[in-house]
């Protein structure tokens, strides 16, 4: 797989989000969802596609979940952080 791409993730989250995005951390969870996926596990890459599918009913729940497990997002935070999956598994198709 080539050199994870940083400044593509951004571009890509900026875009979809029509916003300017810059957040390290977001592309620390880019790399943690592409090492979930060079693992290969069947049930994570299902759940990263569940993730990725969810409608805003589902998004709210998550978001939900998210805050008793103690991580506290906004809408647009969780809207992030499945766009920044979504281009995990493009990225991991694209370049395997």
Known sequence: ???IPKKELY???S???????SD????????AALTLLKLGRQDDIDDM????DMNNKERLL?????ATEGTELTPKQVDIHISIIEYALKYVNENT
């Open 49 to 52: 596609h569940d993730l990725v």
């Open 11 to 13: 571009d890509y989250i």
């Open 24 to 31: 390290p951390k977001g592309y620390d969870e880019f790399k």
């Open 15 to 21: 875009n979809k989000h029509k916003m300017k995005y």
């Open 1 to 3: 797989m080539p050199k």
């Open 62 to 66: 998550y978001r939900y979940r998210l």
